[in-house]
Nanobody, 118 residues
């Protein structure tokens, strides 16, 4: 069983920065794809950024050039560096781990609140 623990959320002013971290338990982190999703009030959960086991990255258009996803396999941790934050980035951010071994499984963290406000 995999457990994901997110940290790093909080309140930040527009234009500010935050770094989210997600630590994974277990031994499959190095072969897993990782992602950050977010869900704002009244909206569906959406993919923010993802990174494959080979460190290939993908970003939502709304965060390209501002957010950076990275991973440290030695620490079983994935990061989301968020710069130039905007009020519309306000949401609960969730970490996701995709285990590709059949049958494939998705695991989710508990979420961390990010609020961008003056």
């Amino acid at each position: 069983q995999v457990q994901l623990v997110e940290s790093g959320g909080g309140l930040v002013q527009p234009g500010g920065s935050l770094r989210l971290s997600c630590a994974a338990s277990g031994s499959i982190f190095s072969i897993a794809a990782m992602g950050w999703y977010r869900q704002a009030p009244g909206k569906q959960r959406e993919l923010v950024a993802s990174i494959t086991s080979r460190a290939s990255t993908n970003y939502a258009d709304s965060v390209k050039g501002r957010f950076t996803i990275s991973r440290d396999n030695a620490k079983n941790t994935v990061y989301l560096q968020m710069n130039s934050l905007k009020p519309e980035d306000t949401a609960v951010y969730y970490c996701n781990l995709y285990d590709p071994r059949p049958p494939s499984n998705n695991y989710w963290g508990q979420g961390t609140q990010v609020t961008v406000s003056a």
